[in-house]
């Protein structure tokens, strides 16, 4: 039976950190809160990026494949039911009626 492997923060070394962290962060708020507050605006946009970059992969891509399976288009053409055929034709129609008004939009305005 193999051991489990503790966790970092579990062993002597972790609470150290810990403690070693809350005490600076203590000391950054009491001692350094105004210089913190004045560049707060800043911390916030620079949260944006670093919120994009690592939580853009979490926000709905999963669900795409999963409608995908459902209506059978991950299947070859051959496999496809009826009603993701239909599914698709629909589709199709409905890009061609949008390129179609799309393309009048566009000889009204050059008039």
Not at 5 to 10: E, G, H
Not at 36 to 49: K, R, S
Request: aromatic fraction near 12%; charged fraction near 25%.
């Amino acid at each position: 039976m193999a051991k489990r492997q503790r966790s970092f923060w579990s062993t002597p070394q972790g609470w150290a950190a810990i403690g070693l962290i809350a005490a600076v962060s203590y000391f950054l708020l009491v001692e350094h809160r105004q210089h913190l507050f004045e560049f707060l605006p800043f911390l916030i946009l620079l949260a944006c990026p670093f919120m994009h970059i690592f939580m853009h992969g979490r926000h709905g891509h999963d669900h795409i494949t999963e409608h995908r399976s459902e209506a059978g288009l991950d299947k070859p053409y051959e496999e496809s039911s009826k009603e993701s055929e239909a599914y698709r034709d629909g589709f199709i129609e409905g890009l061609k009626s949008g390129r179609e008004a799309r393309g009048k939009g566009e000889e009204n305005n050059e008039r």
